[in-house]
């Protein structure tokens, strides 16, 4: 009898400052906000203490975590036990290469500013918590069509705001 | 980048962000957001209509104050107003605030569906995917309800652009993790499985995700994915590194695509295809080589994406575990990660060698690595790699090892981190136990175990040690001598006390010729440490106190001078004091005989699954002990506490129940003895059910002894009163049906008893029907099924009776039937009893015989190549795994006979395995509900000198044992 491996799913992603800012979050599976506040708390904390040259991967109630920090910002995400770890590390960093193209160079408050382009670029990469379009190139051009849908239709005067 | 992209401008949202982040305080920020609040809420109640944009800018003003953690209970009609905004930034923002903020209010629900179903409609594919993200990220029910049947279409549909076949996969896919019944692929299967053939990568590598899942879910529909999916991986595995241009990434091709197909091939066995199979062993060998290679960059991302498919690879070798030589390269490979300069590649061997280790193919591959993961047990410095380490030692050990392996891991526990104590002490004490050769050995590890982490030393590993001390007589005097030592020391654990006095209460005789160890020497040091101890101890020491009078009449007044003072028999503590009250009383009312018979060495125990091993399980919940490990087990339990025929002296059953860990009152025990002071009672030996019981079982025992002792003090033996002994001519009967499943087990002048029963897995049914021969009736006819001994914990039997209970009458010349269900729940050798009764012309006929439940009714055949069954047959080396009988015919030595018995008896017979083509071998696995056991049998008859030679091999002793003997009748 062979038995099939559970279908594995990426759980979350939180994106957090070194001083324990949350600035993204998205969440794959149906929680409960309480839940949620629960989860980042705990492991903003976890992660924060962890030392530099430890390993990118821990155990984390039945959840393998796997994080890595770009400059300020801590990207970390929930897979299932038996998912592939350093697959998840560079979903992680595709989606850096993304942001710091789009950005030019990105830094914290790029995503801070702009944090619905951050949630925009996310869902080109990935959807429900799989990759969609594992192509920078393609997702770019999205991305960019979007921007460019919006130039053609507001004609450029609604740019002042306020 | 063109600047305008960086945002649409909404200066408003940028200076309020600012805002927040000068706030100096937690209260500030609170302040700004509550005023902002406000203001959001006076505009969207305002008398003045909002254009687009204001209602946009308040959204996400809304939305960033919801993701700052705050409460957010309005505007979500604002922003479904947004969705059907023409302007696309509008939309966006509406759709973003859905998915965040999911409302489950079914007005707006409704509301957004219908949004949806217009974008979805609208053939724009910018729109199209907007409203796929949504349907992705809130996958909801209603969702599911409304849009399942649509994308489907949507996903096949020949003019549907690749951007909205990707989103439209993987809503899908999560649509299906909702509301799987939602979900109809049926005529779509086919073309959805296609898209593995999809020109565009994106489209590809969208599209496996769902087709993974759903080939989990229905595997035969979505089966032609395998040969697809090994077609695509092998056409990247052997594309040049610039083939697939953006889908390369750091000079890997399609590492995500690479993953999720090997992936995907996990959820099948290997193709039975041979070119198939010859395909994707090419693949998988080409990715071993490949992570051979010297680096095409020297950037982390390229070795990173690189070995991201290997461990796939390897973790598709190992679900396959078929190719031998693939998993010993795999181990190698891994084996050069152990010492890698990166962390995470250190962890991740670690990780996937634990796995390999389970592989009968690899385990020896694995084991040479030893020295490499014991010091990465000792020198790594992140905890979560020492857990990975510690985890394929406790993999990899086996008999060769354990001392090592079981030494290295104490020393480590002296310093391990306190988040992994307690799973390393169960770890450590199931290897001791395990591979215990010597004895000695296994009790110096667990009592080193308690005084290096006895806060960590679970109930469950004290009583095992002792369980084992029990049982194992050539163990007993060294354990005393150890625990005598282990108590010297100034401050030892609270445990230790325990095992100490538990052990010398029992064998501190064996002790006590050496001067320095003598009785009272023993009595003082254990006394020494009572007063530091907890309530539960102390009991358990008293009791080792009363078995101390008995052992040596010269410590009595001694010991009744402890029990008789104050801090005793007037503790406040219930259980202490009647405790100290019962044995002081019994030690100065009973003559020497009657204390030697209730104070009597301890019974051995039952053997059962190491609770240890079961603890583990649970810590680490179900799947965590990898299938060898209980493979392991099934081979190796049981070995240590081996499971001879016991009975029970019924005193030493009492007392059991008293030094048990159980500190419950146990209120008959006080009757008991002034019954046995009052009737001096003579001391047959009575069997007893020596089953573990749970305490209110053990009460009730009690009870029915007590009562049993007092009707009918001399002749009772426990749950067959009034049953005739079973018939002489019982175990023949018995053995008829060994081989055959249907028959007349009994007949008499009287009545005939046929049988009929059917057995599948562990679970069994039998038909018995009780023909009367006279032409008179049966009065008051009744049957009992009794499991004589152990018996009881190890079959189930249900009984149904489908003749009415209340005519207890049988016609003359009728015939009545009985079903009786029967669940194996482990492995027995005793066949239960089926006793009848009935008056026949006044006369009380009364007849036990052995119902026909052998153990091998619960075999499954198993087929197996002669290279696997000789491989298996060296595997079951041990001594005790084997039984083996030679024996002269009974009956003729016809092969075709032999063949049929052999067919009978339940195992598959298997042709063309042993070289001797007058031999005979079968394989079978015995299913029981606790566990299977793997039993392979030869058989060599000698024709000239009429005899055979039975050889069994399982992997349980008793199981062997058993059937030899069974088999040696059939023939």
Not at chain 2, 589 to 615: G, H, N, Q
Request: glycine share 4%; hydrophobic share 40%.
């Amino acid at each position: 009898i062979i038995c099939c491996p559970p279908p594995l799913q990426m759980q979350f992603m939180l994106l957090f400052s070194r001083q324990g800012k949350l600035r993204l979050q998205k969440w794959y599976v149906p929680l409960s906000d309480k839940e949620k506040k629960k989860i980042t708390r705990e492991l903003v904390q976890t992660v924060l203490a962890r030392k530099p040259k430890m390993c990118s991967f821990l155990e984390w109630r039945d959840l393998k975590i796997v994080y890595k920090r770009y400059a300020s910002l801590y990207f970390c995400c929930a897979i299932e036990d038996q998912d592939n770890e350093l697959i998840t590390l560079e979903i992680i960093h595709r989606y850096v290469e993304l942001l710091d193209k789009y950005f030019g160079s990105v830094c914290e408050l790029d995503i801070i500013f702009n944090f619905e382009k951050a949630y925009f670029i996310l869902d080109e990469f990935l959807l429900g918590g799989e990759a969609q379009e594992t192509s920078k190139k393609n997702v770019l051009k999205a991305i960019e069509q979007a921007d460019l849908l919006q130039e053609v239709r507001l004609g450029g005067g609604d740019l002042h705001g306020i | 980048m063109p600047a305008v992209s960086k945002g649409d401008g909404m200066r408003g949202l940028a200076v309020f962000i600012s805002d927040i982040r000068n706030c100096k305080s937690k209260e500030a920020e609170i302040k700004r957001i509550n005023k902002e609040l406000a203001n959001i809420r006076s505009k969207f109640k305002g008398d003045k209509a909002l254009d687009g944009y204001s209602k946009k800018k308040y959204v996400c003003k809304l939305l960033f104050i919801f993701l700052l953690g705050h409460d957010i209970d309005f505007g979500h009609m604002e922003a479904v107003n947004l969705l059907s905004s023409n302007k696309y930034t509008e939309k966006q923002i509406g759709y973003l605030f859905i998915s965040v903020l999911v409302n489950s209010n079914s007005e707006l629900i409704r509301l957004i569906n219908n949004a949806i179903k217009n974008d979805l409609a609208s053939r724009n594919p910018t729109f199209m995917c907007l409203a796929l993200h949504c349907i992705a990220n809130v996958g909801s029910r209603e969702m599911a309800e409304a849009f399942a049947s649509e994308i489907p279409r949507i996903l096949v549909a020949g003019d549907t652009m690749d951007s909205v076949k990707q989103s439209a996969a993987l809503c899908l896919l999560r649509l299906y993790k909702t509301s799987p019944d939602l979900v109809l692929m049926g005529e779509w299967t086919s073309r959805v499985v296609h898209l593995l053939n999809d020109q565009h990568m994106g489209v590809v590598t969208a599209a496996i995700s769902l087709i993974t899942c759903l080939s989990q879910k229905n595997p035969e529909e979505f089966k032609t994915c395998v040969s697809l999916a090994v077609s695509r991986l092998s056409r990247i595995v052997s594309s040049a590194s610039t083939d697939l241009q953006d889908y390369t990434y750091y000079f890997v091709p399609a590492p995500w695509l690479s993953c999720k197909l090997l992936r995907l091939l996990q959820c099948y066995p290997p193709p039975e295809d041979g070119a198939v199979k010859g395909r994707l062993v090419e693949c998988l060998e080409t990715i071993l080589n490949k992570a051979q290679e010297p680096p095409k960059s020297k950037k982390v991302q390229h070795s990173n994406a690189k070995n991201a498919i290997l461990f796939e690879a390897i973790a598709l070798i190992i679900h396959y575990d078929s190719e031998p030589n693939l998993l010993v390269r795999a181990c190698n490979q891994l084996g050069q990660f152990l010492q890698h300069r990166e962390t995470n590649l250190r962890y991740l061997a670690l990780e996937s060698m634990c796995t390999l280790a389970s592989s009968e193919f690899s385990h020896e591959a694995v084991k040479t690595h030893i020295e490499t993961v014991i010091s990465a047990l000792k020198t790594e410095r992140d905890v979560s790699v020492r857990q990975r380490a510690a985890d394929l030692l406790y993999a990899m050990c086996d008999r060769s090892n354990a001392k090592q392996i079981v030494a290295e891991m104490l020393s480590y526990l002296e310093t391990a981190d306190y988040s992994i104590r307690e799973e390393m002490v169960l770890k450590v004490a199931i290897l001791a136990e395990k591979y215990a050769v010597d004895y000695s050995w296994y009790v110096d590890t667990i009592l080193n175990l308690i005084r290096i982490a006895g806060d960590y030393v679970s109930e469950e590993v004290w009583y095992r040690v002792i369980q084992i001390v029990i049982n194992r007589d050539d163990v007993q005097g060294y354990a005393a001598k150890t625990v005598f030592e282990a108590l010297q020391a100034p401050a030892c654990h609270e445990n230790m006390v325990k095992v100490g006095g538990y052990i010398l209460g029992e064998f501190g005789n064996l002790i006590a010729g050496d001067p320095r160890s003598s009785p009272l020497i023993q009595f003082n040091l254990l006394h020494s440490k009572f007063h530091l101890c907890s309530v539960p101890t102390r009991a358990l020491l008293l009791s080792t106190y009363i078995k101390f009078i008995n052992l040596f009449p010269e410590t009595k007044s001694t010991i009744q001078e402890v029990l008789r003072c104050d801090s005793q028999i007037r503790n406040s503590d219930v259980e202490l004091q009647q405790r100290a009250v019962e044995y002081l009383k019994l030690s100065s009312i009973a003559s020497t005989d009657v204390l030697a018979t209730v104070l009597e060495e301890m019974p051995p125990f039952p053997e059962r699954e190491s609770s240890i091993l079961a603890k583990l399980k649970k810590k680490k919940g179900p799947g965590a002990v990898s299938g060898s490990e209980l493979e392991e087990g099934k081979r190796d339990g049981g070995e240590l506490n081996g499971g001879a025929e016991r009975v029970c002296p019924l005193f030493s059953s009492l007392y059991s129940l008293l030094s048990l860990p159980l500190f419950s009152s146990l209120y008959p025990l006080l009757s008991l003895l002034s019954l046995l002071s009052i009737l001096s009672l003579s001391l047959g030996p009575l069997t007893l059910p020596s089953v573990s019981l749970d305490l209110s079982s053990h009460r009730l025992l009690l009870l029915l002894l007590l009562l049993l002792l007092s009707s009918a003090p001399n002749s009772c033996s426990f749950g067959a009163e009034e049953c005739s002994p079973p018939l002489p001519e019982s175990d023949e009967l018995l053995n008829k049906f060994v081989c055959k499943n249907n028959g007349v087990l009994f007949e008499n002048q009287l009545l005939q008893i046929g049988v009929k029963s059917e057995y599948r897995q562990n679970l069994g049914r039998m038909y018995l029907f009780y023909g009367n021969k006279t032409s008179v009736q049966f009065l008051n006819f009744s049957t009992a099924v009794t499991c004589p001994g152990e018996l009881q914990s190890h079959i189930l039997y249900s009984l149904n009776v489908q003749t009415k209970p209340a005519e207890p009458v049988v016609e003359g010349g009728a015939q009545v039937q009985q079903v009786l269900n029967i669940e194996c729940l482990s492995d027995f050798s005793e066949a239960p009893l089926l006793n009848i009764k009935f008056r026949y012309g006044g006369a009380l006929q009364n007849i036990t015989l052995k119902l026909p439940i052998t153990i091998n009714k619960f075999f499954q055949p198993t087929e197996m190549s002669s290279q696997d069954f000789f491989q298996r047959w060296k595997q079951l080396s041990l001594p005790q795994q084997e039984a083996q009988k030679i024996f002269k015919a009974k009956n003729a030595m016809d092969a075709e006979v032999l063949k049929a018995k052999l067919l009978g008896l339940g195992t598959a017979l298997l042709e063309n395995v042993d070289p001797n083509p007058e031999n005979f071998v079968c394989a079978g696995v015995i299913q029981t509900k606790a566990k299977q056991v793997g039993c392979l049998l030869r058989l060599e008859p000698n024709a000239q000198a009429q005899m055979y030679r039975l050889t069994l091999r399982s992997s349980k002793d008793t199981v062997s044992k058993r059937l030899c003997e069974l088999l040696a009748e059939q023939f």
